[in-house]
């Protein structure tokens, strides 16, 4: 097997890692960067903070702050007019994912023009956009080292799946201090997301021996000190092993595909505006106990490394135990159900077969170690209900 593996060409590491924008820039020969970020940012002062210590580098560097939590089509082509009008040739994503994956998909609309729906998944995007220089301050989607960005189709309520080569950021800056003021929800929510990239990357059908040391490296990051970041935001320690496990699980997905938890979770982010790790979160248990015939084994190697399950036990009950770890795992973070979220349960058994459609779609359930039909998917959507 001959895996491709792509990564961010230039990744800055550490506590203050963030510091080095400017001469990162300089490396990609960036000399009009536009900032993509949210209102928190700009209004909490760090996007100021970045904007101020580019400026005093000597370079000129616009704000475009307006990006929403899923982001939408319309977001997306707003912020391309930007680019266009602006003169930029480059940009730096600051926040969660949804600025990032803003960024991306701004430049491919830039360069590529008409709509973000011709490039959706399994669709190629033709010309390379401006390069992205992203820099998370959560530690959980790893857009800021994949090939992928997920749009939301304003005129179709449909998350759209966009993927491709040129989607790499050409740097990521990996700075776990700016994870510090995150409260514990989007902590939970978040590091759940990294930890549900980490065990599909490593079941998925599209698996390599370079994304496995990755996935797995992740897992035991991620799993031991999901509970602290949660409970003590300023444990250094903590943040730090979150913030690498969620970039090392970035890795790992981006080069070997996520399965059926991200297909079925993407229609309830886009149909019920649920946050995305939040999303998976709800499924992650269910859909891991259905798919467990398809990969005992792998999901063993998955347990023992977030030490739910030791060296010698055997793979069937190793497995089982992960089930089990995952679902005391979301009661100890208070991951909420669909039903305890407030979800319309009339609009949500209105919405299932919709829902189960669009992710078969996606794609994504198809790298799953066993596929499931539309009516098994629907049948996994009401079992997380409540």
């Known amino acids: 097997m001959v895996a491709t593996i792509l990564v961010p060409p230039i990744m800055e590491i550490g506590g203050g890692a963030v510091q080095r924008l400017g001469?990162?820039?300089?490396?990609?020969?960036?000399?009009?960067?536009?900032?993509?970020?949210?209102?928190?940012?700009?209004?909490?002062?760090?996007?100021?903070?970045?904007?101020?210590?580019l400026r005093s580098a000597g370079i000129d560097a616009g704000l475009f702050a307006d990006t929403v939590p899923d982001p939408t089509t319309g977001v997306i082509a707003a912020g391309a007019g930007r680019l266009r009008e602006g003169g930029y040739?480059?940009?730096v994503a600051l926040g969660g994912g949804s600025p990032i994956d803003t960024a991306k998909a701004m430049a491919v609309l830039a360069a590529n023009g008409g709509r973000l729906r011709d490039y959706k998944v399994p669709n190629p995007i033709p010309k390379p956009g401006m390069p992205?220089?992203?820099?998370?301050?959560?530690?959980?989607?790893?857009?800021?080292?994949?090939?992928?960005?997920?749009i939301t189709d304003t005129e179709t309520d449909e998350k759209m799946l966009i993927a491709g080569?040129?989607?790499?950021?050409?740097?990521?800056?990996?700075?776990?201090?700016?994870?510090?003021?995150c409260p514990p929800r989007l902590t939970a929510d978040?590091?759940?997301?990294?930890l549900t990239h980490a065990i599909e990357a490593y079941v998925s059908v599209k698996a390599n021996p370079f994304t496995d040391a990755m996935a797995i490296a992740a897992m035991g990051r991620i799993a031991p000190w999901i509970r602290t970041a949660c409970a003590d935001?300023?444990?250094?320690?903590?943040?730090?092993?979150?913030?690498?496990?969620?970039?090392l699980a970035g890795m790992a997905f981006s080069n070997a595909s996520v399965a059926l938890v991200h297909g079925m979770s993407r229609p309830i982010g886009a149909f019920f505006h649920v946050p995305h790790g939040l999303s998976n979160a709800m499924l992650l248990p269910a859909v891991t106990a259905w798919s467990l015939p398809g990969a005992i084994t792998r999901y063993a190697d998955c347990a023992r490394a977030i030490g739910a399950a030791g060296p010698?036990?055997?793979?069937?009950?190793?497995?089982?135990?992960?089930v089990a770890a995952l679902r005391r795992l979301n009661d100890d973070l208070q991951v909420p159900t669909p039903k305890q979220y407030g979800i319309d349960p009339a609009r949500w058994?209105?919405?299932?077969?919709?829902?189960?459609?669009?992710?078969?779609?996606?794609?994504?359930?198809?790298?799953?170690?066993?596929?499931p039909d539309v009516a098994e998917m629907v049948a996994l959507y009401r079992e997380s209900w409540e």
């Not at 978040?190 to 990294?194: E, H, L, P, V």
């Open 89 to 91: 040739d480059g940009m």
């Open 190 to 194: 978040t590091g759940i997301d990294a």
């Open 23 to 53: 001469a990162v820039l300089a490396r990609l020969g960036v000399k009009r960067p536009l900032l993509v970020t949210d209102p928190y940012m700009r209004d909490s002062g760090l996007a100021d903070r970045v904007l101020t210590g």
């Open 349 to 371: 058994d209105s919405l299932l077969t919709l829902m189960a459609e669009q992710a078969l779609a996606s794609g994504s359930p198809n790298n799953n170690p066993r596929v």
């Open 233 to 247: 935001p300023a444990d250094r320690v903590a943040r730090e092993n979150m913030m690498l496990g969620a970039t």
């Open 312 to 322: 010698g036990q055997d793979d069937e009950a190793a497995a089982g135990e992960l």
């Open 165 to 181: 080569p040129g989607l790499v950021p050409a740097a990521a800056i990996i700075d776990f201090e700016l994870t510090l003021s």
């Open 132 to 150: 992205v220089v992203a820099i998370p301050t959560t530690a959980g989607t790893g857009s800021e080292v994949t090939r992928f960005t997920v």
